[in-house]
């Protein structure tokens, strides 16, 4: 079975600092996805960013980038400028995609506080 | 365009007592599924759905069922409430290449 680690319980930073959080994941699949979500004391998910397996290219969206290291399964979640509304539990997260499309393992998430 | 939504947002239950979580999307995605999320677990599947009429066992099962009579509802059933069961339960939905559309979560407790 597919698994997700990630080995950070809680990290802190500065505001305005960058932050990264690590991931990494055990399958034997060549072709999947891969996710961070945050989830702030309101409870909701929200999708931060998305990488695919087949692209080699890490993706970015605006302040969140992530370092894709795809032949050592690791995944890390870097927050540039983080500001104050970034606290949040931050889950990384796979989906294979194949005919199991949808179903995602989690890891246990980690806690990030934001310090003025 | 509502996206997923779950009722109730809190429950509280007494050991034994039944319960159904409600959970609806209207988004026409074929698969929706089920996790719970406790403290230091991250989520973990219950249950899923490909389909209307079809469902499947995830991770964490036991105690719990569930039916798709419909591509838009997946209620999730507590037949006889356990504190075990003490959780955030969150309903999602899959769109195009993987994309979960979570619900706002129900926060359960069981005395």
């Known amino acids: 079975a597919q698994t997700v680690t990630q080995s950070q319980p809680e990290m802190s930073v500065q505001e305005a600092e960058t932050v990264t959080l690590s991931c990494t994941y055990d399958t034997s699949e060549s072709d999947y996805y891969l996710f961070w979500y945050k989830q702030p004391p309101s409870r909701q998910m929200i999708l931060v960013i998305r990488q695919e397996a087949y692209k080699q290219q890490n993706a970015t969206e605006n302040r969140f980038s992530v370092n894709f290291q795809k032949a050592a399964k690791s995944f890390s979640l870097k927050i540039s400028d983080s500001q104050l509304g970034d606290a949040a539990m931050y889950f990384c997260a796979y989906s294979d995609r194949g005919s199991t499309l949808g179903r995602l393992y989690f890891g246990r998430g980690t806690q990030l506080t934001v310090w003025p | ?111």
């Open chain 2, 1 to 111: 365009n509502a996206g997923v939504t779950q009722t109730p947002k809190f429950q509280v239950l007494k050991t034994g007592q039944s319960m159904t979580l409600q959970c609806a999307q209207d988004m026409n995605h074929e698969y929706m599924s089920w996790y719970r999320q406790d403290p230091g677990m991250g989520l973990r599947l219950i249950h899923y759905s490909v389909g209307a009429g079809i469902t499947d066992q995830g991770e964490v099962p036991n105690g719990y069922n569930v039916s798709r009579s419909t591509t838009e509802d997946f209620p999730l059933r507590l037949l006889s409430a356990a504190p075990s069961q003490t959780s955030v339960y969150f309903c999602a939905s899959t769109g195009d290449e993987g994309k979960l559309f979570f619900g706002s979560g129900t926060q359960l407790s069981v005395l």
